[in-house]
C-alpha cells in the first residue's frame, strides 16, 4: 500500500502535523527511526499519543534491513516511519524512497520542521546561509579538517554557515570486543564547546582567517524545545559557555545585515568582544 | 500575555502541528498572514478547523502595522499570527519579533515545514544547497540580474540554487490611479516557465556559463500539497513544461553525488537531452 514518511519535527510529540497524526493512525505497522529515541521523543510516550504501538528501528535497520519496512508495504500494508525533523533531510531516507517506488510501492511524504529551517530563530535569514557542513569528534589521530574550506568559501562569499555536530550512536567498545564481547559505548553528541574548540584548532592548522578567535558565532541547544538554548558570541567566548543538553549546533556567522544583528544581539553574551569591537558605536540609541 | 508566531507548513489547514493546533485554540485572536488567504489555505476552512474567528492581516499591516497585532497582547490577551511554511523563513516575522519582545512580549514560535527545507524532496541534498536568490518580474525597462552572480558563487563552490520566483500581491494599477482610482491588479505568481526564460536571459547578458540552455535544472510545483509537481531537466526544457498551478520554484544544479542523481532520474523528463549526455553510459545496468 503506502509507504509514509513521516517528520516528527523537532520537539516532543504534540509537534507532528495533524495531517501526520491521521497518517499514523491508519498505518497498521509504525516504525520510529532510532536516532530519534535518543532526541529526547519517548517511545511509550508516542505510543500513548498516537493510541498505536511502535516499533524502534535503528538506522542500521533503515540503511541495511529496509526490507523490514518494504516489505510489509508490498504486501499491502500501510506502513509508517517516523523521522525527527524531516524526512527529506537526511541521506538515509532518499535510498529508502528510491527502493520503495523501484518495487512499485507509493510513498507519501510529510515534511516538518528541521533544523535546518528553525536555525532562523536565531535571527540570521535562511537564505543567506551557504552549504551546510559536518564536524566530526575529532580522535588522537584522526583531526579531519576538511569542513574548514567549505565554511571559508561560504564566508567569502559572505554567506553564513550552518556545523551540524557529531552524534555517535551504536560506537563499540573496542576493549570489550578484544574480550570477545559486543559492548555498545553510551551515545556521544557533540557540544557546542568541544565544536567551537575544534574549529579553533582548524584554524590553527589552516591559518586562513575563517573561524578565528574572534569570529561571530552562534551556539543553539535544543532548538524547537521549550528550553532552547541560543548564545552569540566569538567563537572562543562559545568555548566557555553553558549550553546544557543535547542537541547542540553551531552557525559560524559570514556578513551580517543590520535586521540579522538587531536579533543576534538579542542574544549575545552581555560582554561579548565582539560586541564590545564593533557594536558599541550603533548602541547609543 | 503571548504572541505565538504559528507555521501552517505548506499544503492545507491539517499541516499544522498538533502543538500549533493546542496554541491557536488557546489564543483569544488570531491572525492570518494575507499572504496565506491566496496559497489555498481558505480562511473559511481555517476557521472551520479551528473552531475559532480568523482575520486576515495583509503583509502590510503585518510589517507597517505591528501595533494592531501587538497591542493587544500587551493588553493581556494571547495573540497568533499564522504564516504559511514557517515563521523565520521570512524577515517580516524577525521584524515582528523584535518589536514584541522590545515590547516585553513573550513570543512562542511554533516551527513547521517550509519550502526551504520541503526542495529536498526532489532528492537534492539540503546540506548541498548555497544561498537563496529571488528572481523578480522583468519588466520592459527594469531587469535586473543580480542573482546571475549569486548562482555563479554558488555553483563554481558545487552547490546547488534554490531561487524562489516572484509573487505579486496588491499591485496597484497605475491606469486606474491616473483616473484616480485605487485598484489593485489581481495577484501574478512567477511560473517556472518565466523563471527559466529570464535566467536564460542573465546568461545571454552576462555569458559565463551559469545557467546556459543546457545545464541541469528541477522546477517544483506546490511543494508539500497532495498534487505537488516536480519536473528535471535542462534549463531550456523547463521553458516549456507544464507545472500548473502556483507556487512554483526553481532549483539550478550545482555538482550533483549519485545518490541524489539516482532520486532525480525519477523527475527528469523521459527524453531530457541532460539524460542522453550525461547519463545513458550509468543506463546500461
Redesign the interface.
Same mark, same amino acid.
Given at each position: 500500500m503506502v509507504l509514509y514518511l513521516i &517528520?516528527l519535527?523537532? *520537539?516532543?510529540? %504534540? !509537534?507532528? $502535523?495533524?495531517?501526520g497524526?491521521?497518517a499514523v493512525q491508519k498505518c497498521d505497522l509504525i516504525f520510529l527511526e532510532a536516532y530519534t529515541s535518543v532526541l529526547r521523543v519517548d517511545k511509550t510516550k508516542l505510543e500513548e499519543f498516537y493510541g498505536r504501538p511502535v516499533q524502534v528501528a535503528d538506522r542500521n535497520c533503515v540503511e541495511s534491513e529496509a526490507e523490514l519496512i518494504l516489505q510489509p508495504a508490498k504486501n499491502g500494508l500501510n506502513v509508517a516511519l517516523l523521522v525527527v525533523g524531516?524526512p527529506?533531510?537526511a541521506?538515509t531516507h532518499? !535510498?529508502l524512497?528510491?527502493r520503495a517506488?523501484a518495487e512499485g510501492i507509493s510513498v507519501e511524504?510529510i515534511?516538518?520542521? %528541521?533544523i535546518?529551517?528553525?536555525v532562523?530563530?536565531c535571527?540570521l535569514?535562511?537564505?543567506?546561509? &551557504?552549504? $551546510?557542513? %559536518?564536524i566530526p569528534f575529532f580522535e588522537d589521530n584522526w583531526r579531519p579538517t576538511s569542513f574548514y574550506s567549505k565554511i571559508k568559501?561560504?564566508k567569502d *562569499?559572505?554567506?553564513h554557515t550552518l556545523c551540524?555536530l557529531d552524534i555517535k550512536v551504536k560506537e563499540p567498545d573496542y576493549d570489550a570486543m578484544i574480550r570477545g564481547k559486543t559492548v555498545y559505548l553510551p551515545p556521544r553528541f557533540m557540544d557546542v564547546n568541544t565544536a567551537a574548540k575544534q574549529l579553533l584548532e582548524a584554524e590553527e592548522v589552516h591559518g586562513e582567517s575563517v573561524c578565528t578567535k574572534d569570529c561571530l558565532a552562534v551556539g543553539l541547544a535544543r532548538l524547537?524545545h521549550k528550553d532552547q538554548c541560543i548564545i552569540a558570541g566569538t567563537l572562543e567566548e562559545l568555548v566557555s559557555q553553558d549550553f546544557g543538553k543535547p542537541l547542540h549546533s553551531l552557525i559560524i556567522c559570514g556578513d551580517t545585515h543590520d535586521?540579522?544583528m538587531?536579533?543576534l544581539k538579542?542574544y549575545m553574551i552581555s560582554n561579548s568582544r565582539y560586541k564590545i569591537q564593533h557594536l558599541t558605536e550603533h548602541e547609543s540609541v
Open positions: &517528520g519535527g523537532l *520537539g516532543d510529540e %504534540s !509537534d507532528i $502535523t495533524v495531517r497524526l491521521n524531516d527529506v533531510c541521506t532518499t !535510498d524512497m528510491i517506488r511524504l515534511h516538518n520542521a %528541521s535546518m529551517g528553525a532562523g530563530a535571527g535569514q535562511l537564505y543567506n546561509f &551557504g552549504q $551546510t557542513v %559536518s568559501y561560504n *562569499g559572505g554567506m551540524l524547537g535586521l540579522e538587531e536579533m538579542q
